[in-house]
């Protein structure tokens, strides 16, 4: 059973467009977490949530939208694609906040804007 | 935030012996560590964690030692194996955030 799950694996799309990658723990984790990271594997947290509240914002483009309609599903939308984003995005949860809990990272999206 | 850097960004290994990646952090403030480990087209995996009060942690041939003074901390794999090949990340927590270093790619030689 997966625990952390992304969707979709692959994206390939133009500047421009708006995109959505989905993810999912079965867990029972109360915090859900995006990263990005670069083409040279440097890895930074972009978004937290604590049962779908919003609880760390890092310096992000107001283009990225996380969204949180359950604590076990949080989803990023992405307005306005620009080729700096072209990134591998992962998904990541743990049994509470602070980062002094496990995180359990999905298998990552790859997005790639052309 | 402040910087979290490897010393190498690459090591190779023989089989079967240890293995020392090495992380140099700058913010003296900052209370936990974590290694985690990342295989190609996967997500981070923790693999150990140690907190700024303990100088040493062990898990499953795995130790984490952590040098305040110096600010530096290092992941010590035993009996490394063809399975270790990976990019390991240390990530810093200062304050309510969480800060990685670049990696280091750990290729072990049969």
């Known amino acids: 059973d997966t625990a952390v799950s992304q969707t979709p694996k692959y994206l390939v799309t133009q500047m421009g467009n708006d995109k959505s990658i989905k993810c999912e723990q079965n867990?029972?984790?109360?915090?859900m977490y995006w990263y990005k990271q670069d083409s040279k594997k440097f890895l930074k947290i972009m978004f937290s949530?604590?049962?779908?509240?919003?609880?760390i914002n890092e310096t992000v483009p107001n283009r990225f939208s996380p969204k949180s309609p359950d604590k076990a599903h949080l989803n990023l939308h992405i307005n306005s694609l620009e080729l700096g984003d072209s990134a591998v995005y992962f998904c990541?949860?743990?049994?509470?906040?602070?980062?002094?809990?496990?995180?359990?990272f999905g298998p990552g999206t790859r997005l790639t804007v052309t | 935030g402040e910087s979290v850097g490897l010393h190498l960004p690459t090591l190779s290994v023989q089989e079967g012996d240890n293995s020392i990646i090495n992380c140099a952090y700058s913010?003296?403030?900052?209370?936990?560590f974590i290694w985690y480990k990342q295989e190609s087209g996967k997500g981070p995996q923790f693999i150990i964690d140690?907190?700024?009060?303990?100088d040493k942690r062990q898990g499953q041939r795995v130790t984490v030692l952590l040098n305040k003074t110096v600010k530096h901390l290092s992941l010590q794999i035993a009996a490394t194996q063809p399975g270790d090949s990976a990019v390991y990340f240390c990530?810093?927590?200062?304050?309510?955030?969480?800060?990685f270093g670049t990696g280091t790619r750990l290729t072990v030689i049969p």
């Open positions: 990541a949860s743990s049994p509470g906040t602070g980062f002094f809990y496990e995180q359990y």
């Open positions: 867990l029972g984790h109360d915090t």
């Open positions: 949530y604590n049962n779908k509240e919003l609880i």
């Open positions: 913010n003296s403030a900052s209370d936990y």
């Open positions: 140690i907190r700024s009060n303990m």
């Open positions: 990530a810093e927590k200062e304050a309510n955030n969480l800060f």
